[in-house]
């Protein structure tokens, strides 16, 4: 049975880090793992459009450059998506848009093993079982207590409830939103930094006082050092999307110049 590289990597108390994509092609999978630089990959299935042959190729691409795969969810069809990814074989979950503890206590449950009443996930005949020549039942199990299970912090109201939230068995990592946050407090992001960051802290330091590991998203590695200096070892480093969009901005915008400085 295929071991969970970024469950091993959390149990070790090592640190980790990842990258973000949008793209279903394969391709740019293998192209992360070849570079030796990521623990994993995460797809922002929130963002993207995607089909199922997609999730089993992407989760067989990281496997193929011994990477681990996460994917990130929308709420609504967290459970029904959850369970396919996984069935493909992702490692590891991020919810979005969560609010309560009992919101979270369900999609805990949702990943765990229909085992002697622990969840809702069954026996499913996907590619997991399947191409390991149908792995007993009980592995199967733990291989879904395996899957790292991460929250995105990123409603005023999760905050407020940061305490229970982090208290909740099956939970993993936390990772803070600024954007929804904002949006949920009736800010813009750009006007509202110093309250953000102050929760962003307090998710932080919650998070550690009940060994649940948070996890960071940075832009750039210099960024690091300010959440490292909090206690945090876990970040996504960077965004396919955000990461092009420079530099056709930047770069294009001075080609752009050069083009018209001809005519």
Known sequence: MKE??????????QP????????????Y??????????DYMEFVAEYAPF???????LARAAELK???????????????????AVAAGFQAINFADHHTAEEVRESVAMMKPDCLGRGRFGYPNRRYIGTQSHIDQMDHVKR?????????IEKEEAMENIEEICSVPGVDMVQF????????AGKNRAEYEAEYKAAERKMIETALRHGVHPRCEIPTPEAAEYYISLGVKHFSLGDQL??????????????????DSLK
């Open 51 to 57: 089909t199922h042959a997609d999730l089993e190729n």
């Open 144 to 152: 879904l207590d395996d899957i790292v299970l991460c929250f995105m």
């Open 4 to 13: 969970n590289k970024i469950r091993q990597l959390l149990s070790r108390q």
């Open 29 to 38: 999978t293998e192209v992360i793992g070849e570079t030796g630089n990521f």
């Open 177 to 184: 939103g600024p954007s929804d946050y904002s949006m949920s």
């Open 242 to 259: 955000k990461v092009l969009e420079k530099f056709w901005k930047n770069d294009g915008k001075k080609m752009r110049e050069r083009a």
């Open 66 to 84: 011994s990477m681990g795969s996460m994917i990130k969810v929308d709420f609504q069809n967290r459970g029904y998506v959850a369970q396919k």
């Open 16 to 27: 980790t880090t990842s990258t973000r994509i949008w793209s279903t092609w394969p391709f």
